[in-house]
């Protein structure tokens, strides 16, 4: 079995500290290595415990994730963050992703799509709740933000497969529905990224959209 992920969480409410350190205890392909309070103390704990991957909230009281998640990635570009919180707004989520997080889900999330979303956050995926997928979506199709353009021809498991992304499913539960190897859904992604020039799961739903693959 491949090493456990090491894992940061940054909250500053002791509840959800709680809740994360319980679920992520019973899951052998993650381990809880450190705690942080406020994004004031995530550079120094980072050091001393070497995280994998950062789940850190968006509203802290002295540094909040935005700056946090900036500095995370000054100190290890390598490692990856995860923005975990309750707004759904889509420019709260641009504004992290653009400061260089990995993935935006939101704190209703289930512990299997927490842990799914760190996992495949570790092995360089983009991970964003679908509820936020979806307002990015519309927001930029009625903005007028892209320009549709002819699909090139899919295999039925390609659309498939762009379905379960719009649902939210990680790599490991599509390969699972459709009883490929996560090897093979990692392969056919690629090969949706090159044809439509897009860079991910966020890009690719918004092109389906527009194509008229899937709708919302």
Not at 40 to 57: F, G, K, N
Not at 67 to 85: D, F, K, S, Y
Not at 86 to 102: I, M, P, S
Not at 141 to 165: F, K, N, V, Y
Request: net charge negative; charged share 25%; with cysteine.
């Amino acid at each position: 079995m491949s090493e456990a992920v090491r894992v940061l969480v940054v909250d500053d409410e002791a509840l959800v500290r709680h809740a994360l350190r319980a679920f992520l205890a019973d899951d052998d392909r993650v381990t809880l290595v450190g705690e942080a309070t406020d994004g004031s103390e995530v550079v120094e704990i980072c050091e001393a415990m070497h995280p994998d991957v950062v789940l850190m909230d968006i509203k802290m009281r002295e540094v909040g994730g935005v700056e946090a998640t900036r500095r995370v990635l000054e100190w290890n570009p390598h490692c990856r963050v995860i923005a975990l919180t309750t707004f759904t707004t889509e420019w709260r989520a641009l504004e992290v992703l653009r400061a260089g997080a990995c993935g935006y889900l939101v704190k209703n999330s289930t512990p299997e799509q927490i842990i799914d979303a760190i996992v495949a956050a570790h092995a360089g995926d983009r991970v964003v709740s679908p509820e936020v997928q979806e307002r990015f979506v519309r927001a930029a199709i009625e903005t007028g933000s892209s320009q549709i353009t002819d699909a090139p021809a899919l295999s039925d498991r390609e659309r498939q497969i762009i379905e379960m992304i719009a649902k939210g499913l990680s790599n490991a539960e599509i390969a699972q529905e459709l009883h490929y190897a996560e090897g093979t859904v990692k392969a056919d992604i690629r090969r949706i990224n090159n044809e439509w020039n897009v860079e991910n799961r966020l890009q690719i739903v918004l092109r389906a959209t527009e194509l008229g693959i899937i709708s919302l």
